[in-house]
């Protein structure tokens, strides 16, 4: 009897790792995110750090430095990025270690936009982003940087974006885990080559699509 | 070592606690599996909770601590089982593991009004905590592995995974609070839990057949 409920228990343990996404899905279509927020495992985001503690930057300081291979480099203020044209975005936002938040509403501009701004220089393959929090680094090539749902995000979950996840200003990019979503975005510089940021230096793919592609480019989020 | 098994009849008197419930080997595991869970659920709370997250911050160093106090998770109780100094932990795992009807019914009253009297060494209730504690280790060790090494895994077990190493961390905060609320509400079987020993008049009120099994084993063997 003792063992017939321990051996239970681990089988429903079993159970969970392989329907427990559907099972979650099903809960929050049915009874609403709302509540499935309070249930364990749902929709809930996890605060990650690479440091010990979140840089903490008023917004009226905020700069974002555009620099390398461009015609034009520029420093931009957040008022100067609330200027350009909006891009909302309402998707899901899937770390690579499981969790997934589902319906993540999102606003900034695109990346696309800011890089016709400054004038992309011949030569140019890809973006190098760092962060104030002078650890965290993340690259992605140009054609990556210039899809539609790629976005430098100033608003998060309706609101602007809250100092530990990444505010004032933060990446944000879609078709890929969470990782690549930089905090605190600092400066952009365009380059020659893929540079690794931090998180693939630790061994994550550089190209971290969601389906688990690892390809330079990805039909399935073009 | 003296007991007082053999010379002494039951529930006269004020009596030493001269009955070994559990012995060294079993203390230890328990208070190491009892440190290792505690560390697990305190650095838990701030890698789950944003809130908490924020004011405690340090997540790599607390997300390693809570890797590496995973990992030892099974050590206490695989060294104490496995080794020739195991008997008793053994022989108590064979007890757990053994239900009468009348314990499941117990059980279905959590021993309120009518419910059978139980008389093993462990009740109903601390049988099923030594089970869910087991199977607790046994799911959270696995999925936790998936969280760390997940790259072998699909997106979609990763979830899976997340969603049952979590739905299991709230129902272990539940069966940790309540064992703890038990242990302080009942200082003889606690006091066992520290010192090892409890009276036979509290053997003969809550674990009668036990205290006959020592009794025939005491008999066997006047060294026990």
Not at chain 1, 31 to 58: C, H, V
Not at chain 1, 173 to 196: H, T
Not at chain 2, 146 to 151: G, H, V
Request: with cysteine.
């Amino acid at each position: 009897m003792g063992r017939r409920v321990f051996l239970g228990m681990v089988a429903l343990g079993a159970a969970g790792i392989v329907f427990g996404t559907k099972a979650q899905n099903f809960i929050e279509s049915t009874i609403g995110s709302g509540l499935g927020g309070l249930i364990p495992g749902g929709g809930r985001f996890r605060i990650y750090s690479i440091t010990g503690s979140f840089p903490a930057i008023r917004p009226s300081k905020y700069r974002l430095e555009i620099s390398g291979l461009v015609e034009r480099p520029l420093t931009l203020t957040l008022a100067d990025l609330k200027a350009m044209p909006a891009t909302k975005l309402v998707k899901e936002f899937q770390c690579v270690t499981g969790w997934t938040v589902p319906d993540v509403h999102w606003e900034g501009v695109r990346l696309a936009d800011l890089l016709d701004h400054v004038g992309v220089k011949g030569g140019a393959k890809a973006l190098s982003f760092e962060s104030y929090d002078n650890a965290d680094s993340e690259s992605l090539t140009l054609d990556q940087a210039r899809l539609s749902d790629v976005i430098v995000a100033y608003k998060m979950l309706g609101a602007p974006v809250t100092t530990e996840h990444g505010g004032p200003v933060r990446l944000y990019v879609a078709p890929m885990f969470g990782y690549k979503s930089l905090k605190w975005l600092s400066a952009i510089r365009v380059v020659d080559e893929v540079i690794p940021g931090y998180w693939e230096q630790n061994g994550y793919p550089v190209n971290g699509w969601v389906d688990g592609s690892t390809a330079d480019t990805n039909p399935a989020y073009q | 070592m003296t007991s007082g098994l053999a010379q002494r009849p039951p529930g006269r008197g004020v009596e030493p606690n001269s009955l070994l419930r559990f012995d060294l080997v079993q203390r230890s595991a328990h208070w190491a599996n009892a440190l290792l869970f505690g560390i697990l659920m305190a650095t838990a709370l701030p890698l789950y909770f944003s809130s908490l997250a924020v004011i405690v911050g340090r997540r790599p160093l607390l997300a390693e601590i809570h890797l590496w106090a995973g990992v030892a998770l099974p050590i206490p109780i695989l060294v104490s089982l496995l080794g020739p100094w195991g008997a008793r932990l053994r022989q108590d795992l064979r007890r757990i593991n053994h239900w009468t009807a009348d314990e499941v019914a117990w059980l279905r009253t959590l021993g309120g009004k009518g419910a059978p009297k139980v008389v093993d060494k462990f009740n109903p209730g601390q049988k099923l905590n030594g089970i869910f504690t087991g199977g607790v280790i046994v799911v959270m060790l696995a999925t936790g592995c998936m969280l760390k090494w997940f790259r072998f895994f699909s997106v979609e077990w990763r979830s899976g995974a997340t969603f049952v190493h979590d739905v299991f961390a709230f129902a272990v905060f539940i069966v940790v609070f309540g064992h703890i609320l038990f242990a302080v509400t009942h200082p003889d079987s606690m006091r066992s839990m520290v010192q090892g020993r409890v009276s036979e008049r509290w053997a003969q009120k809550h674990a009668a057949d036990w205290l006959a099994d020592e009794r025939e084993l005491a008999s066997r063997d006047p060294s026990r």
